[in-house]
């Protein structure tokens, strides 16, 4: 059985507790994302299960038509209430589900960023030049 809102209101709450950036006064934001990552995970779920991704309709002439599966819309309304509601509460996803320090990506992603910063050159101006 999946995770259930209360178990993802846990998950949220300690990435937050993580980043310094829980206060009680974010419980219905907290719980807004944990319902919208409840339904986007058995949205999933459901179209993990699918055989077509499309359903037959009737149209109003009696016309047999098909239109995508409803679950289709249901994981994208999903998606943007995670994106929306992450955003607000200042969370990434690897805030939330956490890093994983042995992904090659993340360490060659690291070294390309490490790389290409350089050393801030301050110039200060001559007692001189300030009489100018």
């Known amino acids: 059985m999946g995770k259930n809102v209360s178990d993802y209101k846990i998950e949220i709450t300690k990435a937050l ?10 419980d219905i934001q ?3 994302l944990a319902g919208a990552l409840c339904t986007l995970n058995k949205a ?6 699918l055989e077509t991704v499309t359903i037959k309709v009737k149209s109003r002439y009696g016309n047999d038509t098909l239109a995508p599966h409803p679950v289709f819309k249901i994981q994208k309304d999903a998606q943007d209430s995670v994106t ?3 955003k607000a ?5 690897e805030g939330l589900i956490g890093v994983d320090d042995d992904d090659p990506l ?3 992603t690291k070294k390309v960023k490490n790389a290409t910063r350089k050393k801030a050159n301050i110039i200060k101006p001559n007692n001189e030049d300030q009489a100018l």
């Open 17 to 26: 507790k993580a980043v310094g950036k829980y206060s009680r006064g974010l």
């Open 30 to 32: 907290i719980t807004s």
């Open 44 to 49: 999933n779920a459901e179209i993990d299960a």
């Open 84 to 86: 929306r509601q992450m």
């Open 89 to 93: 509460l200042g969370l990434t996803a």
């Open 106 to 108: 993340i360490d060659l």
